[in-house]
């Protein structure tokens, strides 16, 4: 069997992560899901962005649940990567889907900052009114939210991402788990797979990772370097 190949936050060693840029190099090189983070502003705004404070990515020294949409997009989120990508914009979760539309599935990872009021009925709503049920996945480190989504829409495909430090996984019905690819053994992934369930694993940078992932059978391989393991994957004797 050979993995699904998605890219972590875009093609994020070629572009800032989580913007347009990224996402259309993702797509260009052919992956075959983007994995994105998902926020709540403060008015209620899906946007896509991984960090709740501003300085890493904008030199900024706030939080975004503090601020409007309108706000956000004003901030460059680009320039830190590299002159060439100066003025890049956060995106709403809405354009993101707009630009993959027909062309990458989606994973969708909900970002927890403790100030969302309607992160989970937002995402259901905004899936459902661009008719991606199909062509996403739902995904999570925190459980409560997970649930929230499989409540509204039974029918969505969920996750849990299981980190290192929190081996732990949920008590209801879920349809993968995204594990840290150091959790992957031989029994886990064959028993992730007795259980009718996928796996997938992050963050997957080296060859000889990629290579070991391979030969587990795992099913989803979240990396920031989409050619270098597609690259892997059509190897004749890899």
Known sequence: MTPLITAHRGYSQLAPENTMPAFELAIENQADFIELDVQETQDHELVVLHDSHLMRLAGCDLNLWDLTMAELTNLDVGQWFGDDFKNTRIPSLASVMDLAKDRVKLNLELKIHGH????????????????WQQNCVVSSLDFDILQQVRTLDPEL?????????????????????????????????????????????????????????????????????????????????K
Do not use: C
């Open 157 to 237: 495909t969920v996750g849990p991402v299981i980190p290192p430090s929190r081996p732990e996984y949920p008590d209801f019905e879920v349809d993968f788990y995204s594990i840290h690819f150091t959790l992957a053994t031989p029994d886990r992934v064959e028993r992730v797979h007795a259980e009718g369930k996928t796996i997938h694993v992050w963050t997957v940078n080296q060859a000889s990772d990629m290579q070991h992932m391979i030969e587990l059978g795992v099913d989803n391989i979240i990396t920031d370097q989409p050619l270098v393991l597609k690259d892997w994957l059509n190897k004749p004797n």
């Open 116 to 131: 969302e009021q309607k992160l989970g009925s937002q995402v259901v709503e905004l899936i459902h009114k661009k008719n």
